[in-house]
Every structure is written in structure tokens, then in C-alpha cells.
């Protein structure tokens, strides 16, 4: 069934130009997900793109790591599989209802050794960077923050319908209250990956942006490994219409800067 919502395509015309008939299409496609089974019990069905983002995150020999965004769980199931021993992962939820099917996910799918190393908590991300008591807390920290998600967006009658150009505007003023909340709890040294399913640059880069212009002598930009998708400004975008049907899946890297005094 195809759905239209004439903002939303002039919206995304004037971003992706003669690209968008074909990123449209590929959007409408349903993603194939593959089975995720590095070190699980038993083997969680993710989108390669989503391992891709998680493991780009550089895992620290030790100390605690936080997912700010975890449910319902595919990213923390990949950095549980391949955290150090001396690791903690705090798996972070918001809503109370996702945060039951996030216990109900590592339970299923993590081996009792890494299980006993994983705390869900839930917490607003988002405010968590006021508490003072609470920065250079973590070792590394992914934020997968809740986007536009058009893939879903275009496949949903009712959610196109309500579209506007206020949805990615009001999702990044979102991200940035997390992005630069989770910047704080950072230590220095440590690794930050923010990610989004999002097709929409005014998320994305738009938010990267901000970081590295408020933050510019302890951001450095660490761009991730992988090279499947594209490189944009400041991380890479996986687009389904050349990546094999995988994504969106937007990845930016950070670093925090040691101080000099
Ligand atoms: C893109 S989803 C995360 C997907 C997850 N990382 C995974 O791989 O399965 C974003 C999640 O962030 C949660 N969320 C939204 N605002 C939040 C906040 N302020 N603090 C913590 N979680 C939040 C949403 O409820 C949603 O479950």
C-alpha cells in the first residue's frame, strides 16, 4: 500500500534530489534483519546496520558503560557479547513499558555470566547531565536516540499523515538534550557513539554540529570504522538503497579530551 504526505516528499526531495525516488522505494521495502548470535544464548534478530552502530562504540578495558537508549535491547545484547570482564553495562530506558521488554530481552538472550553484568536502570537521559554527582561517570557511553525513523513513518498511514517539518525539528532539539547531556557523563578519554535511524540531516549532523561547536576543545571526532554507507560531515550514513536494504543507520564517534590544565 502506498501512503503520501506531499510535505514529507518535498521535505525529503529538496535533501536528497534525484536520490530520493530510489531511497524512497528501498524505505518502503521491509528491512531484512539477520540473526545477531556473538556470544548470546540464543541469537537475537537485528538489522546488520544496528550491529554496525554498537560495535563501533570502543569498549574500555574496564569500568562502567552506559546505553542511554537501550530498549527493547539489540545494541546493549552487542556490547554485553563483547564488553571486557572487567566491565559493568548500565542498559538505560525511559518508558517503563520498553524498559519490561529490555529485562525481558537480556534475559532471554544474554548467558547468566554476562546477565549478572548488565543493570537496567531508567533514568532520563536526558536530564542526567544536570546532576553534577553524575559527570565522567561512564567509560563509554552509545546513544541511540530516539529519531524520525522514516522508514517507519513511511510505511504508516496515520504517522504520515501527521507528518510535518516540526517532527525532525522537534527530534533533534531531543537529541541535543541528549547528546550533550550524555557528553557530561563522559570521562575523559572515553568513547561516544550517538547514533539514529534517521534519514533526516537536521538530526544527525545537525545535532553533531552543535556538539562540536560547543564542546570544540574537548570534542574530538573520531569517525567510525566501518565503511559500509557513506561519509557525511561529521560520521557515516547507511542508506538501504545502497547497502543492501540495510538502515538508516546514522554514526557519529566521539572522543572526550583530557584537559590540559
Ligand atoms: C531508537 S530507540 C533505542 C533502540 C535500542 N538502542 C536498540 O538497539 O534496541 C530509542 C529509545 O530511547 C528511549 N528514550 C526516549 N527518550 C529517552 C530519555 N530521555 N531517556 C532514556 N531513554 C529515552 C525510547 O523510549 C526508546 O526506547
Known sequence: MLFLND??????????????????????????????????VTP??????????????RIPGEGPILDACAAPGGKSLVIASIMCPQSTLLSN?????RRRRLVKVLDEHLPPEKRERVTVS??????????????????????DAPCS??????????????????????????????LSSAFLLLQPGASLVYATCAISPEENDGVTSRLVDKYRDTVIL?????????????????????????????????????LTP
Open 7 to 40: 510535505q514529507f516528499e518535498s521535505y525529503y526531495n529538496t535533501i536528497y534530489g534525484k536520490r530520493w525516488a530510489g531511497l524512497r522505494e528501498s524505505l518502503i521495502k521491509e528491512s531484512e534483519p539477520i540473526p545477531y548470535s556473538d556470544g548470546l
Open 44 to 57: 537475537y534478530m537485528l538489522d546488520h546496520a544496528s550491529v554496525l552502530a554498537a560495535l563501533s562504540l
Open 93 to 97: 530506558e525511559l518508558s517503563g513499558e
Open 122 to 143: 531508567g533514568f532520563d537521559a536526558a536530564a542526567a547531565g544536570g546532576k553534577k554527582s553524575e559527570h565522567k561517570r561512564f567509560a563509554a557511553i552509545l546513544l
Open 149 to 178: 525513523s522514516e522508514r517507519h513513518v513511511i510505511n504508516n498511514e496515520k504517522a504520515l499523515a501527521e507528518w510535518t517539518p516540526a517532527r525532525p525539528r522537534f527530534l533533534a532539539k531531543r537529541q541535543w538534550a541528549l
Open 222 to 258: 573520531d569517525p567510525p570504522d566501518f565503511s559500509e554507507g557513506g561519509e557525511t560531515q561529521y560520521g557515516r550514513i547507511i542508506l538501504p538503497d545502497l547497502c543492501g536494504g540495510m538502515g538508516p543507520m546514522y554514526v557519529a564517534r566521539f572522543k572526550k579530551a583530557f
